[in-house]
């Protein structure tokens, strides 16, 4: 059926911003076959309102593309079932956090992306002591292609959100940890390809900010993948108290807990992979991680007495331990432990190992490289981790592929 699109442009928001998108009706025209672009208002870039069928989210949805800081938060504050914002290239400076509660649908998500491969950094140095930078409540959003730096607390928070996609994320320089999910009801959320350094709280002395907390909640199907996370004062991953499993995936945490701030009363933890804790018992799922060094564990329980599951993974050269599960029922099969200064692994009773390099009658392969530059190089264009082969042993018997 031919279609007619009809749009409002009301008044009210920074920069002529708010909009009213009535629903298509029939007439003689057909629908066009590129995206329709207005100008709303002027600006370093413009912004326009664009509503096309060819949007990743249903006929209908409404485009927002934003080129100031009250823009932005305009855009987020507004957002509706199915709007998409696109931020265009340059670092801005909210006033204040920036919060929706809108929710999306599976077929209708809510966007929240840079301009067309556009730098776009987002930056809380301005925002009030304890402010987070970013809070969604919502379900179905979808973030992507930012840099959220300088919050003077958490970086970037989804709270009890359900199908969110959080991918190709940089979190660096907050005041607690760079990327947060937390509440209950956090279900089926996806964190894919996140760069999460340098994140200190200076008010707790390094001893909470993290690269990723999946931390005071519950829900099932989140997924962490991709994700490389390192220089942050407390630990790479934080698990604490969330009561549902969690698959973690693909992921390199290195080079935590480190005082790098000089902070005389310094209190970071540094573990690679925090994998519990907070009387929570919870059989996440670790496989295909790497963790290096880290001023504690590679990878820990973390008092998490549930049936853990860690298949080939790879800790090497942390000051502690390899892996410490101590009191809990993990299932440790296939990893890799090298060169770390507390020993390849802390196992109690319960703990089930089979087919690790520290297992009797295993040998452990030799490394292809030990030299950890081109991990530390550009992502690559899709946003998937640097080519690599720190770390690698060319076989499939046991540890991280490093991919």
């Given at each position: 059926?031919?279609?007619?699109?009809?749009?409002?442009?009301?008044?009210?928001?920074?920069?002529?911003?708010?909009?009213?998108?009535?629903?298509?009706?029939?007439?003689?025209?057909?629908?066009?076959?590129?995206?329709?672009?207005?100008?709303?208002?002027?600006?370093?870039?413009?912004?326009?309102?664009?509503?096309?069928?060819?949007?990743?989210?249903?006929?209908?949805?409404?485009?927002?593309?934003?080129?100031?800081?009250?823009?932005?938060?305009?855009?987020?504050?507004?957002?509706?079932?199915?709007?998409?914002?696109?931020?265009?290239?340059?670092?801005?400076?909210?006033?204040?956090?920036?919060?929706?509660?809108?929710?999306?649908?599976?077929?209708?998500?809510?966007?929240?992306?840079?301009?067309?491969?556009?730098?776009?950094?987002?930056?809380?140095?301005?925002?009030?002591?304890?402010?987070?930078?970013?809070?969604?409540?919502?379900?179905?959003?979808?973030?992507?292609?930012?840099?959220?730096?300088?919050?003077?607390?958490?970086?970037?928070?989804?709270?009890?959100?359900?199908?969110?996609?959080?991918?190709?994320?940089?979190?660096?320089?907050?005041?607690?940890?760079?990327?947060?999910?937390?509440?209950?009801?956090?279900?089926?959320?996806?964190?894919?390809?996140?760069?999460?350094?340098?994140?200190?709280?200076?008010?707790?002395?390094?001893?909470?900010?993290?690269?990723?907390?999946?931390?005071?909640?519950?829900?099932?199907?989140?997924?962490?993948?991709?994700?490389?996370?390192?220089?942050?004062?407390?630990?790479?991953?934080?698990?604490?108290?969330?009561?549902?499993?969690?698959?973690?995936?693909?992921?390199?945490?290195?080079?935590?807990?480190?005082?790098?701030?000089?902070?005389?009363?310094?209190?970071?933890?540094?573990?690679?992979?925090?994998?519990?804790?907070?009387?929570?018992?919870?059989?996440?799922?670790?496989?295909?991680?790497?963790?290096?060094?880290?001023?504690?564990?590679?990878?820990?329980?973390?008092?998490?007495?549930?049936?853990?599951?860690?298949?080939?993974?790879?800790?090497?050269?942390?000051?502690?331990?390899?892996?410490?599960?101590?009191?809990?029922?993990?299932?440790?099969?296939?990893?890799?432990?090298?060169?770390?200064?507390?020993?390849?692994?802390?196992?109690?009773?319960?703990?089930?190992?089979?087919?690790?390099?520290?297992?009797?009658?295993?040998?452990?392969?030799?490394?292809?490289?030990?030299?950890?530059?081109?991990?530390?190089?550009?992502r690559r264009a899709d946003g998937s981790l640097p080519a690599t082969a720190f770390l690698t042993t060319g076989s499939d018997a046991m540890g991280s592929t490093m991919d």
């Amino acid at each position: 059926m031919n279609q007619r699109l009809r749009v409002t442009i009301t008044a009210g928001l920074a920069a002529g911003l708010s909009f009213v998108a009535p629903p298509v009706t029939a007439q003689a025209t057909a629908w066009p076959t590129k995206p329709i672009r207005m100008t709303v208002a002027s600006g370093a870039g413009g912004v326009y309102l664009g509503l096309s069928p060819d949007d990743a989210n249903a006929a209908g949805a409404t485009a927002v593309t934003v080129s100031t800081a009250a823009q932005l938060e305009s855009a987020v504050r507004s957002a509706v079932a199915g709007t998409v914002i696109q931020v265009r290239g340059g670092t801005y400076h909210p006033a204040r956090t920036l919060k929706s509660a809108a929710n999306g649908t599976s077929s209708a998500r809510n966007t929240l992306r840079a301009y067309e491969g556009e730098k776009v950094r987002i930056d809380g140095s301005k925002l009030a002591a304890g402010s987070w930078l970013a809070g969604i409540d919502g379900d179905y959003w979808t973030v992507q292609d930012l840099t959220w730096q300088n919050s003077p607390a958490q970086g970037f928070v989804a709270t009890s959100s359900v199908g969110g996609v959080f991918q190709n994320l940089v979190t660096a320089g907050n005041g607690d940890s760079g990327f947060t999910l937390r509440g209950d009801g956090t279900t089926d959320n996806l964190v894919r390809n996140l760069d999460s350094h340098g994140n200190y709280d200076a008010s707790g002395h390094g001893r909470n900010a993290d690269g990723v907390a999946v931390k005071f909640g519950s829900g099932t199907g989140n997924r962490i993948t991709g994700a490389r996370l390192f220089g942050n004062s407390d630990d790479g991953l934080d698990l604490w108290q969330f009561s549902d499993p969690v698959t973690v995936e693909h992921s390199w945490a290195y080079g935590n807990g480190r005082n790098r701030w000089n902070d005389s009363s310094f209190a970071g933890n540094g573990n690679g992979f925090k994998l519990g804790g907070g009387g929570a018992s919870v059989a996440h799922v670790v496989h295909s991680n790497a963790a290096w060094d880290n001023t504690l564990h590679g990878f820990t329980e973390n008092a998490n007495t549930g049936a853990l599951r860690l298949r080939r993974n790879t800790a090497y050269a942390n000051a502690s331990s390899g892996f410490h599960c101590v009191t809990g029922e993990a299932r440790l099969t296939r990893n890799l432990a090298v060169n770390n200064k507390g020993g390849p692994s802390e196992l109690g009773s319960a703990t089930v190992s089979a087919g690790n390099n520290w297992d009797s009658g295993v040998t452990t392969p030799a490394l292809r490289s030990e030299d950890a530059t081109t991990a530390y190089a550009a992502r690559r264009a899709d946003g998937s981790l640097p080519a690599t082969a720190f770390l690698t042993t060319g076989s499939d018997a046991m540890g991280s592929t490093m991919d």
